[in-house]
């Protein structure tokens, strides 16, 4: 069974207003999975929590390299693992040394594997995007050749429509803003999950809030569909488009291409 080939490219820059980059990225070629992350809110040591959040997390993935455990949902599972180990890592930090106490960050990490059904592997459908998530650092799944966008994550962030605009118009303005779980002090963290097919020529996008606060689904679609033989330049563009709307917060991206199945 031959691995697919995933083409990475990734762009990181700290925007035009914050004075460091709190956001870190990684990806491990040969397992073919990314992690992004962004450092909470401008907080103390935001750029220290996700640096170590992305490390933890392809380290311990990595780990599973030579792994037996090959079905779907083991993968799945091994994500969400990588998630919380990327937790403890933090914890432990903040343990031995207070001024990292209340630092935290986002993370969401991906991981493409092959389906196992013997027989299928270059029949459609035979790739499977396994990811997991805690906060609001999204991924997108972009399908050129159909013209569409997916959200795949769901942002671990409070509800408007749940909070009393009259009773708290500060808090109801700021909700979708404001993290319900984040890596790094939270001994029982609960990432979520999810997988989704993946074809030769689609797109997966991670990216920090820097970049989905300041670019909208649409624009996000027409420039991958503009670029899609062309991933670096699909990168340049998003990068320079959130930079030229703003640049309020640290933008950093990670796309990825099945290019064969």
């Not at 914050?18 to 450092?39: F, P, S, T, W, Y």
């Not at 935001?46 to 390299?65: F, H, K, P, R």
């Not at 942002?155 to 303005?173: E, G």
């Amino acid at each position: 069974m031959t691995n697919p080939k995933l083409t990475f490219c990734s762009r990181s820059h700290r925007g035009k207003i914050r004075k460091n980059n709190q956001d870190a990225l990684a990806v491990q070629e040969q397992l073919l999975v990314g992690a992004i992350a962004d450092g909470i809110g401008g907080g103390p040591y935001g750029d220290v929590a996700s640096q170590l959040a992305v490390d933890a997390c392809i380290d311990y993935l990595s780990s599973l390299e030579n792994s037996n455990s090959r079905s779907p949902d083991a993968a799945t599972k091994e994500l969400a693992n990588a998630v919380k180990f990327a937790n403890e890592a933090i914890m432990t930090v903040q343990a031995n040394d207070q001024q990292y106490q209340n630092m935290g960050t986002t993370l969401s990490c991906f991981w493409l594997k092959q389906n196992l059904t013997q027989g299928q592997e270059n029949q459609q459908g035979a790739y499977q995007l396994h990811y997991s998530w805690v906060g609001d650092s999204r991924i997108y799944r972009i399908r050129p050749t159909e013209n569409t966008i997916d959200q795949l994550t769901i942002d671990h962030t409070l509800d408007p429509d749940k909070i009393d605009a009259h009773q708290a118009p500060k808090l109801h303005q700021q909700a979708n803003k404001i993290l319900t779980q984040k890596v790094g002090s939270i001994l029982l963290l609960k990432p979520d999950t999810g997988s989704a097919t993946i074809l030769a020529g689609d797109i997966i996008l991670a990216c920090t809030d820097g970049l989905s606060d300041r670019i909208e689904e649409a624009c996000l679609l027409e420039y991958a569909v503009n670029h899609q033989y062309h991933l670096d330049k699909y990168a340049d563009h998003l990068l320079e488009n959130a930079l030229d709307r703003g640049g309020q917060d640290n933008i950093s991206l990670i796309v990825a291409q099945l290019t064969n199945i």
